[in-house]
């Protein structure tokens, strides 16, 4: 497994035939993909349009549309607690953002890049990374503890925990809960818990719940308030978002399809 807690990788090879479409939807982490292949991406979506051989997407973004044709990729999802360090800049500067890891990381992305290219197996490349990670990880600043401890008790409880109780157990206000949540973390921690709620939601979908099951055990008011809450971060009905492919690291979220090979790493 990865050396860095909060860090899933996956590899992925879309050889011949068409392209391939797949939507990508917001999820509880920062979605980072590397392409060795020399065949980047063409994304789509709210911010206009880009070519990129690398990109990261912040938490909280808009769905967007990755056409993939020939390429081989390396997808990292960062935990909040370890994107802060790793990307070295507060997650609130990204926020929703989708640009290219180049932009970050200078000539560093492409460096990395050639040598994913040169690995020989998945295994060579999962550790390259994961080496380049760990560097930054240490070299970075970590997110304060107090904002760890809230970020960890959302995802515990499945978006689930109430601000108010939250900022009670640090023992500060509901302003400054805010205040340094969303500067660190990238968004309010209301919206990061709607987030992480979504995300525990949509899976139990794809696993075969029905929305009436997911809405009663998932923290929602009512089926209305989870079409709501799946509309507003997918653009489509549940029952439409549980059979839609997107760029994801398990093994729910990209089913098999002509011409595409899916490497699960750690």
């Known amino acids: 497994m990865t050396?860095?807690?909060?860090?899933?990788?996956a590899g992925f090879r879309v050889r011949g035939g068409?392209?391939?479409?797949l939507r990508a939807v917001p999820h509880p982490a920062v979605t980072v993909a590397v392409e060795f292949g020399d065949r980047p991406f063409d994304i789509h979506g709210a911010v206009g349009?880009?070519?990129s051989e690398s990109l990261i997407a912040g938490l909280g973004f808009s769905a967007f549309q990755v056409c993939a044709e020939d390429v081989e990729c390396v997808q990292i999802r960062l935990s909040p607690l370890v994107a802060h360090p790793v990307l070295g800049l507060p997650l609130a500067e990204l926020r929703g953002s989708v640009i290219a890891l180049d932009?970050?990381?200078?000539?560093?992305?492409?460096?990395?890049?050639?040598?994913?290219?040169?690995a020989r197996t998945w295994l060579e490349r999962f550790a390259l990374i994961d080496t380049e990670l760990m560097t930054r990880f240490h070299a970075g600043r970590e997110v304060d503890p107090e904002v760890a401890?809230?970020?960890?008790?959302?995802?515990a409880s499945h978006?689930?925990?109430?601000?108010?109780?939250?900022?009670g157990r640090l023992g500060w206000s509901r302003q400054r809960t805010w205040s340094r949540f969303g500067s660190q973390i990238g968004l309010a921690p209301k919206r990061a818990a709607m987030?992480?709620?979504?995300?525990?939601?949509?899976h139990r979908l794809v696993r075969g719940d029905t929305p009436a099951q997911v809405a009663a055990g998932g923290g929602y008011a009512d089926q209305s308030h989870l079409h709501h809450d799946v509309r507003a971060f997918t653009g489509t009905t549940p029952a439409a978002a549980?059979?839609?492919?997107?760029?994801?690291?398990?093994d729910r979220a990209w089913p098999a399809r002509d011409g595409a090979e899916r490497t699960f790493g750690y």
Request: net charge positive.
């Open 3 to 9: 050396a860095l807690p909060g860090v899933d990788m």
């Open 159 to 167: 978006g689930q925990a109430r601000v108010s109780e939250l900022a």
């Open 149 to 155: 401890w809230a970020c960890r008790r959302i995802v």
């Open 242 to 250: 549980a059979h839609e492919p997107w760029l994801a690291a398990d």
């Open 49 to 51: 349009r880009t070519r």
């Open 195 to 202: 987030l992480v709620r979504f995300d525990h939601a949509i």
């Open 18 to 21: 068409s392209p391939i479409d």
């Open 103 to 118: 932009d970050l990381w200078g000539r560093a992305a492409p460096r990395l890049r050639e040598r994913l290219h040169h």
